[in-house]
């Protein structure tokens, strides 16, 4: 197995704290995002459907130039990805009609979980250099699906560092998870 970068962090920091207490939510992120895949398949084949499975009609190549260049070649590329062309060949001034895959849409919908994984993995390992060294850690809550709160212990000393997920959109119309984490000040209680 190729070693990558996310690979040599995760076997660094897999009996860190954070680490174990966050990375069990990575699933619920594979998942997460063949949910969204799946509801942009439904679509493109609603779509398809209503043209005849035409892709040129649904999804051509984009011209270059235009403003909406990687929108147009994401929906191309999704196209491609989940459906195979009727005829090995097409003349240019034919439909080039497509149907749908069952065996391009697994292979797809494991990629997509896999990127999904890696994104997870790299959220997971930046959350572990941003905080750092410490005894044990927590999480309550599911900031797949909304946020959560981690309460760390460095010694005597408890920080809370409050995740939320955002679902955000490339201007490329790629679609994208961060995971904004910040520390939370506690103010003191005096009895």
Partial sequence: MKQTLANILVEKYSTHPVYLAVNPFRTNAMDAAEQLLAIAVAAMYTELE???????????YPKGGSGNYFIQLGRHELCNAITCWVKSTQSPYEPCIVVAS???LEN???ECRNMAAHQYDMFTL?????IGACDSASIEGNHVWSESVLTVHKGALTEVWKTHVIINQSKYGKLFNQWPSRKLKIK???I
């Fill in 126 to 130: 930046k959350l572990v250099e941003k």
């Fill in 188 to 190: 003191a209680i005096s």
């Fill in 50 to 60: 209503a043209n005849g499975w035409d892709k040129d009609k649904v999804a051509p």
């Fill in 108 to 110: 797809y919908i494991e």
């Fill in 102 to 104: 069952a065996k391009r």
